[in-house]
């Protein structure tokens, strides 16, 4: 489906032009029910989210070039499965280093290794290794096909006015500055938020005493498309080394230099090179491609949403680059946000409807932050007890089965399982497994319409999806008026040919659905526009399941 | 449930062995074992509530006289 006149666009060499928009002639503030500042890629995907829910969204940014440099690189399963529903997933893994192993070293020799999807009948890989201006352009292309958005570059946003329903924005362009309103803002600004700056708040919590070294080289190398990480490697002695494979030859290597290096000239080409170097031998040939030494905090705001003000990904938190929780959980965000911002808008659900977004993307920010510093603790011990209890567990390692267990070289990106949202309808009835109300959705191969395809591509329609496993369809389904939901009717591989026309049928092709939602005939599913488990049961019953979409969508 | 009452039926010798395990070692080889057989008790003893019960228990009368490598950061 993507031309490859279109992956070799250099996104990083893009410049995205300024146009005048007519708001900046009106004679008083035009006002827009949703204005994004940000056009990262968080920023992106709650603009394409919203407009693919029929939300017009006005996007500013205040630069007029996507990222330079690769930055963040791990795109996690969760990201890409949201990334198939905004319409540019196939695009990123087809572009992407699909990779699911990681291993870890401790000195020269491996001492344990994880396979991060383990099981099979997934679409998708546990992580693609993509440069971030290919993910930001994917999702820019995408964007720019969406009518309902309308991106302004080199629109920075200079001063703000909160008011009781709605904000006042001041907005500077190379052509002067002008005013715009905005019924709602979200502030996808990034980890320096000149929004949460304007509005006096702040990101607390604690900066680790390391420096790292990212070298992003060009080569032809003999490894695996796999994570490795080495503690203590002679190469690099006394400190950590990451190896990751990106897309067109580029590998990303991470070296630990400790706190008392100096960021300025460990930049320099001619201590970088000595480095990479010692990992891949005197003769390697290979060209520097982006170079960055960095230190990495954890931290986060008290409270996402203030008003009629949102902030999504690194403006609302931050985190070590050891999980790949960055960008992964922004991504997330931003998916969480849509469609309760969409229903909002819409005059479908009440603005209380927003506190979830606050409690739902906190948690996920708090469990993120909590299994990220984890990784840092053991990466960069705080002090001598640490450090011994770090290579204990690496000498362990070799033999003892549970000290494997211990190993902390990241724990990668997992999507939140909303456990106590007030979103979700408790479980009357016995479930095993983990599709528990506030999980979000596990895929599973079906066939529809004839066609081999995936579940989640199934509940990929922006509304809630109610899912009701068995041969007979169930009658009388329910609703409430200006919520879109839609019946999904499961059944065993062969049986979609008895079914009448009419109602959305799939078939449990490998039975995995039925396996992995421990569901029976007459078990019932709701499940949210952002694919999380909303309510579940044992057997359909139309009152019920109203009540638990009253509640999902914050009438409850 | 912590026992601290005597469990040893050898407590003499535990503790011997336990001199025993470091000596002549260097300050740092010491807390690297030290570690080790932490570990390696803590797994066996499999009980998160004890193991946490002991690790107050050890802590108990000591007040902080060392600083970590963070720094508290604002953004």
């Not at chain 1, 006096?200 to 990212?214: A, N, P, V, Y």
């Not at chain 1, 982006?290 to 938190?317: I, K, N, P, Q």
Request: proline share 7%; net charge negative; hydrophobic share 40%.
């Amino acid at each position: 489906m993507d031309g490859s006149m279109a992956e070799r666009v250099d996104y990083q060499a893009l410049v995205l032009p300024y146009a005048r928009s007519p708001d900046q002639d009106a004679q008083r503030p035009v006002r827009h029910p949703v204005i994004i500042v940000g056009a990262g890629p968080v920023g992106l995907a709650a603009a394409i989210d919203l407009a693919q829910q029929g939300i017009r969204v006005v996007l500013l940014d205040d630069d007029d070039r996507l990222s330079t440099g690769s930055r963040a690189i791990c795109f996690a399963k969760r990201t890409l499965e949201i990334f198939d529903r905004l319409g540019c997933g196939e695009r990123m893994v087809g572009q992407g280093i699909t990779w699911n192993l990681g291993k870890v070293f401790f000195r020269e020799e491996p001492v344990y290794s994880f396979n991060l999807l383990p099981e099979a009948g997934h679409r998708r890989p546990a992580f693609i290794n993509l440069q971030q201006y290919y993910v930001e352009g994917f999702l820019l292309d995408r964007a720019q096909a969406l009518p309902l958005i309308d991106i302004r570059w080199k629109n920075q946003v200079t001063a703000l006015e909160p008011q009781a329903d709605g904000v006042l924005l001041q907005v500077a362009t190379p052509e002067g500055e002008y005013r715009l309103e905005a019924d709602w803002l979200v502030a996808a600004d990034g980890s320096r938020s000149p929004i949460r700056r304007a509005m006096g708040l702040e990101s607390k919590g604690q900066t680790f005493r390391d420096r790292f070294l990212i070298a992003d080289v060009r080569m032809d190398a003999p490894f695996p498309a796999e994570r490795w990480f080495w503690f203590d490697p002679p190469f690099h002695p006394n400190r950590s080394v990451l190896l990751h494979q990106q897309p067109d030859g580029i590998w990303r290597i991470d070296f630990q230099l400790g706190w008392d290096a100096d960021p300025v000239a460990e930049r320099q080409p001619e201590r970088v090179i000595p480095r990479v170097q010692a990992l891949l031998g005197p003769e390697a040939r290979f060209e520097l491609e982006w170079v960055s030494v960095y230190t990495f905090s954890c931290l986060r705001m008290e409270r996402f949403r203030h008003g009629r003000v949102l902030f999504a990904g690194d403006s609302a938190h931050g985190v070590s680059p050891f999980g790949a929780r960055g960008a992964n959980g922004g991504v997330q965000d931003a998916e969480n946000l849509a469609w309760k911002l969409a229903l909002v808008v819409q005059g479908q659900a009440p603005e209380s409807l927003l506190d979830s977004y606050d409690a739902e993307r906190v948690r996920a920010a708090d469990e993120n932050i909590l299994n990220s510093t984890r990784s840092t603790d053991f990466i960069t011990p705080k002090n001598e007890a640490s450090r011994a209890f770090r290579d204990a567990t690496l000498e362990l390692a070799r033999d003892c089965g549970f000290a494997r267990r211990l190993v902390n070289s990241g724990r990668l990106s997992l999507p939140c399982t909303y456990r106590d949202s007030a979103l979700n309808t408790p479980d009357t009835d016995a479930f095993d497994g983990p599709m528990q109300p506030g999980a979000p959705a596990a895929d599973a191969p079906v066939r529809a319409g004839g066609e081999e395809g995936w579940f989640l591509s199934q509940i990929a329609h922006g509304g809630f999806t109610l899912l009701c496993f068995g041969e007979e369809p169930p009658d009388n389904f329910p609703g409430i008026r200006g919520v879109p939901l839609r019946p999904l009717l499961v059944v065993p591989a062969g049986a979609a040919q008895r079914q009448a026309a009419g109602l959305p049928v799939i078939e449990d092709a490998a039975g995995l659905l039925a396996r992995r939602y421990d569901a029976g005939p007459g078990a019932t599913y709701l499940l949210r526009p952002d694919q999380h488990v909303a309510a579940r049961w044992r057997r359909f019953e139309p009152v019920l399941v109203t009540a638990a979409l009253a509640r999902a969508t914050g009438q409850g | 449930m912590l026992n601290t009452d005597l469990n040893l039926a050898a407590p003499d010798d535990v503790y011997e062995a336990l001199i025993e395990l470091h000596r002549d070692l260097a300050p740092e080889q010491s807390r690297l074992v030290n570690a080790k057989l932490i570990l390696l008790l803590a797994n066996h003893i499999g009980d998160a509530a004890v193991l946490r019960q002991a690790m107050a228990k050890a802590r108990e009368g000591i007040s902080p006289a060392g600083q970590d490598a963070t720094l508290r950061a604002t953004a």
